[in-house]
């Protein structure tokens, strides 16, 4: 069998998308970043510097779904640019 590489173009800021999301639904729900953090079980200091440095920090899918939750959010929409 004849195998081929595909060709896909990744966004390579991605986290970028998601930290900039997370804020921007956070503020539409107005919620403080205190509140958010306090209701997803993390410290108010890692959900400020996931915001702040736009995903440097990094998150974990679980800590996403419990956002999305939190706010009311699909997955989905953390990830369109």
Known sequence: ???FK???TF???IIEVVA???RKYRKMAG???EQLAL???VSNDFLRRFETTFGKEGMSLNTLYKISVVLNV???QFFIE
């Open 1 to 3: 069998m004849t195998t």
């Open 11 to 13: 966004n390579q800021n």
């Open 6 to 8: 595909r060709d896909f």
């Open 39 to 41: 209701d997803i079980g």
């Open 74 to 76: 699909s997955m989905d």
């Open 31 to 33: 919620i403080t970043q």
């Open 20 to 22: 900039r999301n997370v």
